[in-house]
């Protein structure tokens, strides 16, 4: 055979052998990285969402936690691994949307480095604050931190985490300010608020949070989305305590490399928003206070590529130096 024919041939099979590749989609265990510390609301989600795609795809979905430097290396893995179905990352605004603008090298693009697979929720938050902090409600919170600025301190996952950009815009909006403790992962931090080591905190209203709110540990102030939480309906939000423009986003989805093949994603998309229906799932869901959105892989990824061109221009002007 001629090197012609033998090249001619190669590349006709090459669409084919893709194409078988991903109907045998997937044939070992397949890695679902979590770019944070165990006990976090990511961690918690996938690994309610793990057993149901592991039972319906016929093989396992090991969940992997990679925290520190604000989720930069679990998505710096996903970015470099093969480009073949068996890296995942469930991540969130954070990590995908935020994390440019806080870190000079993060080491990933999420412009260009990730196909985006499914928006799997929403997680609605609130600030919270611990029962030594001497306030009621979000009123008396701004009067007592205006009187002690630098007084209390807050934790997030990181800089440029979304609970850290949640205080520097009501520091930039009213002039607010509190000491930053961050951490490896939202669960150490959550845990530490928990516990009375930190004073304020954004988080969901998950069991843990509420069940330390009914014992009278901690009080939620003021909520952080456009809507009342469901969980809250007491707890005013920004926009009704006069601050507008303190809707915070905070959703999580599922994202693989960028060449990965479209019908492994389109796989993948199918399989992990069945397992949301998953009696497992629903209970995780439903403790964590997240809200299931179901979306195609186009609509997620255009969604973290629109928010990242929209929040620049902002995160720029609140003088934020990256680390």
């Known amino acids: 055979m001629s090197l012609v024919a033998l090249f001619s041939?190669?590349?006709f099979n090459l669409p084919f052998s893709k194409g078988a590749q991903a109907q045998a989609y997937p044939s070992k265990t397949v890695r679902w990285l979590i770019p944070s510390s165990p006990g976090g609301a990511f961690d918690i989600m996938t690994r309610g969402l793990a057993p149901a795609v592991s039972e319906q795809m016929g093989q396992t979905?090991?969940?992997d936690n990679i925290g520190g430097a604000g989720g930069n290396i679990a998505l710096?893995?996903?970015?470099?691994a093969e480009p073949d179905g068996y890296t995942i990352l469930t991540a969130g605004t954070s990590q995908l949307v935020f994390n440019r603008f806080f870190y000079n090298d993060p080491g990933f693009d999420a412009m260009t480095d990730f196909k985006g697979v499914a928006q799997l929720g929403d997680l609605p938050i609130a600030l919270w604050a611990y029962k030594s902090v001497p306030v009621t409600n979000f009123k008396e919170l701004v009067a007592y931190m205006k009187a002690n600025p630098g007084k209390l301190n807050y934790g997030s996952s990181g800089i440029g985490h979304l609970f850290h950009l949640g205080m520097a815009m009501l520091d930039d909006k009213i002039g607010i300010r509190?000491?930053?403790v961050p951490y490896k992962g939202v669960g150490p931090a959550?845990?530490?608020?928990?516990s009375g080591r930190l004073e304020l905190i954004f988080s969901v209203a998950q069991r843990p949070v509420m069940a330390a709110w009914k014992a009278g540990d901690i009080r939620p102030l003021v909520g952080g989305t456009d809507r009342r939480l469901k969980q809250l309906p007491d707890v005013p939000t920004f926009n009704e305590e006069g601050i507008p423009g303190m809707d915070i986003p905070n959703w999580v989805g599922l994202?693989?490399?960028a060449a990965v093949p479209p019908e492994i994603v389109t796989r993948l998309n199918r399989e992990v928003l069945k397992a949301t229906e998953s009696p497992v799932a629903v209970k995780t869901y439903q403790g964590m206070a997240m809200d299931v959105v179901k979306s195609t892989p186009e609509e997620f990824e255009e969604k973290?590529?629109?928010?990242?061109?929209?929040?620049?221009?902002?995160?720029?002007?609140l003088g934020i130096k990256p680390q």
Do not use: M, N, S
């Open 255 to 257: 994202v693989v490399p």
């Open 76 to 80: 710096q893995t996903v970015a470099r």
């Open 178 to 180: 509190a000491v930053h």
């Open 190 to 194: 959550v845990r530490d608020f928990l």
């Open 304 to 317: 973290y590529k629109r928010e990242i061109r929209q929040w620049g221009p902002f995160i720029g002007k």
């Open 9 to 11: 041939l190669t590349a």
């Open 61 to 63: 979905f090991f969940v």
